[in-house]
């Protein structure tokens, strides 16, 4: 989102973003494994100390690892929500690794049983 502002104003932009961001949620449809109905997936990042501070640096690549620490204050990282749904067989395996940001950490878990991200 920032880099669609000119470069001149990002570092002003995260700045303000970062002091006033609350949460983030994201959704995807994803089609059931029958494809006869959709599935929503919902990321939510929280707007934590931690993560107010690595948007208002600019650092939006460490967002993640944010999220992953932030699980305990109901952060849901997407692949860790794409796991779940397969887990529970509302989406196939080829759509949870799709649409994967990090599709290792679905490939790094046994099909199947409850081993979350």
Known sequence: MVNVFPAGQREV????????LE?????HLLPCPSEKCRVLA???????????????????????????????LGMKPLDHVLLELYQ????????????????RTIKDKPHGGNNIV
Request: charged share 20%.
């Open 88 to 103: 529970d067989g509302l989406i196939s395996y080829d759509c949870c690794l799709n649409h994967a940001r990090v599709p």
């Open 13 to 20: 932009i995260c700045y303000s973003l970062g002091s006033s």
């Open 42 to 72: 919902c990321e939510v990042m929280l707007g934590t100390p931690g993560v107010k501070n690595t948007v208002r640096e600019g650092q939006v690549q460490k967002l993640h690892s944010e999220m992953q620490m932030g699980r305990k």
């Open 23 to 27: 949460a983030v949620f994201t959704q």
